[in-house]
């Protein structure tokens, strides 16, 4: 069964932290997708990762890959508000299809 | 910047009832797809369109759900007799080649009373 698991699925933090959100996948793919959706929004992407190894950054963010541990990371450096949104972490798989884990609601507090 | 866009935002329907959620993908892109989103849960996987055909669809796509793309912008998906558990955030996304990203349209709300 494709499973694609996020910890933690809550996350309240202050501002200026520094916080990891993590994803394991089940599968042995090497195509791992980060999307940030606002409450009653759509999906946005933020990264995709297409190898081992892959780091990709924007911003406050950084996402890598590690595909022989099936492991994702979404990386939070100094917080703010803005950020506060529910991150999903997406794997694809043959046809392309993405399965996504139950996301993670960040919440970050001044 | 080029978007998908869906049609209606919102939609009301008694159980039984046919519905057409449209979309219109991103003009050069060649994948399409439909995700749902049950309210406060995790976005699944329907079904996937290329070439003018289903090229893989989830154990929730059964008979009562179709896709088509009808003319060479809109893309649709068809619930034949609603139940009151397809209530749900249906969205679109379209992709360029793979494995590209999937960008997703804004969604329509899908009320099923």
């Known amino acids: 069964e494709l499973k694609v698991e996020q910890n933690p699925l809550f996350l309240s933090m202050q501002e200026g932290k520094n916080y990891t959100i993590y994803c394991n996948y089940s599968t042995t793919s090497d195509r791992l997708y980060w999307y940030r959706q606002d409450p009653g929004k759509s999906l946005e992407s933020l990264f995709v990762?297409?190898?081992?190894?892959a780091v990709k950054q924007e911003g406050r963010l950084m996402a890598s890959l590690d595909t022989k541990a099936r492991l994702s990371t979404l990386h939070i450096t100094a917080a703010v508000h803005d950020l506060s949104a529910t991150y999903f972490c997406a794997e694809e798989t043959s046809g392309s299809r993405l399965t996504f884990g139950e996301g993670t609601q960040l919440t970050v507090n001044p | 910047e080029p978007e998908v866009t869906q049609t209606p935002s919102h939609q009301v329907t008694q159980m039984g009832q046919e519905v057409i959620l449209r979309c219109v993908p991103i003009?050069?892109?060649?994948?399409f797809y439909w995700y749902r989103q049950i309210l406060g849960q995790k976005v699944e996987f329907l079904v996937s369109?290329?070439?003018?055909?289903?090229?893989?669809k989830s154990e929730i796509f059964d008979d009562q759900f179709s896709v088509e793309r009808p003319d060479g912008s809109n893309f649709t998906l068809k619930i034949r007799s609603t139940k009151l558990e397809d209530s749900a955030m249906y969205f679109c996304a379209s992709g360029e080649l793979r494995p590209y990203e999937q960008y997703f349209g804004p969604g329509t709300r899908l009320t099923v009373t």
């Open positions: 369109f290329y070439n003018n055909e289903i090229s893989e």
């Open positions: 003009s050069n892109h060649l994948y």
């Open positions: 990762l297409l190898s081992n190894g």
